[in-house]
């Protein structure tokens, strides 16, 4: 009856319901109200999308890649973020940006591993295709920056953080704008996290956008930049951690933290900041300046 309705609708409308039946669906995962009737619901829809004459290449693709996660994923939190990662695609054609508080808090807890979630960086290419974040016009900017103004700028060598598919442009643009004032050497950004270039995060950033080199990349090249750190819940104190002279600091996503496969790479390296209040919940962006300037404060003074 669902697929029915969505059939006689066209264009952004047709994507924007989706998106909305999408939210529906993850809220019930996570409050509990059934996470197998969520997913055949996500599965139909993307089914539907797929196939559809209406749909454009890119629709479709996405559409596959969220069907072949689906059918593999057995357990909820998978389900979730299969179903959150199409939902935020549904969004983003539809010509739409969520800021910070269009977003869910889910407070997923911290899992044990899972042999179905994909090794690092093996899910995020199709998606990478689809939208074609990858462009050449930031990674020219970054390379005048360190040819140029970037020779001023006075940063830290070998602090960098990982922005894993943080979806508000408010968010990303305040993470870059401390990243930059609290010395990183630059942010790195997965392939489904909002444009830095984006209206909303240019203005939250402050200008910060065109100060401090930032590129996309894939998990599994993180590595190359030394020990990843991962910011998540169950992790040590970030007053009591023992930071590295260099590394990664890796931030997930607002609503589900970061994926299986992060946490996996950065191994024992998990680390989290007391909170006592009931929320007991902070703004990503919030908590990076925490955990940075906890980082920063290691550095011994000359």
């Known amino acids: 009856m669902i697929i029915q309705r969505i059939s006689k609708l066209h264009g952004r409308s047709r994507t924007r319901k989706c998106a909305l039946l999408l939210e529906r669906a993850e809220l019930d ?6 996470w197998d009737k969520a997913k055949e619901l996500a599965l139909a829809l993307a089914e539907f999308l797929a196939s559809d004459a209406e749909s454009e290449e890119g629709l479709k693709t996405a559409a596959g890649i969220c069907v072949s996660s689906l059918s593999r994923a057995g ?19 539809s010509g739409q940006a969520p800021a910070d508080w269009d977003l869910h808090d889910y407070r997923v807890p911290p899992c044990p591993a899972i042999e179905e979630e994909p090794s690092a960086g093996a899910g995020s290419s199709g998606f990478e295709i689809v939208e074609a974040i990858v462009a050449e016009a930031a990674e020219e900017r970054t390379a005048r920056l360190r040819a140029g103004q970037g020779e001023t700028r006075s940063f830290y060598p070998g602090f960098r953080v990982f922005l894993e598919d943080i979806r508000s442009p408010f968010n990303v643009g ?23 270039r984006h209206p909303r995060a240019a203005r939250s950033s402050m ?51 970061l994926t299986r496969s992060a946490l996996d790479l950065a191994g024992v390296n998990r680390i989290s900041i007391p909170m006592k209040g009931i929320k007991a919940s902070l703004n990503v962006a919030v908590a990076f300046g925490i955990a940075a300037q906890a980082w920063i404060g290691t550095i011994p003074r000359a």
């Open 75 to 93: 357990d909820p939190k998978l389900i979730l973020r299969g179903i959150n990662d199409f939902r935020h695609f549904l969004v983003r054609i």
């Open 174 to 196: 305040s993470i870059l704008r401390t990243a930059e004032a609290l010395g990183f050497e630059e942010v790195l950004l997965s392939p489904l996290c909002a444009d830095p």
């Open 29 to 34: 995962i996570a409050e509990g109200r059934g």
């Open 207 to 257: 200008g910060a956008v065109e100060l401090i080199p930032w590129r996309r990349c894939e998990l599994g090249e993180l590595p190359t930049f030394g020990p990843l750190l991962a910011l998540e819940l169950g992790g040590r104190s970030v007053a009591e951690f023992a930071f590295p002279p260099r590394g990664v600091l890796l931030l997930g996503s607002e609503e589900l933290g």
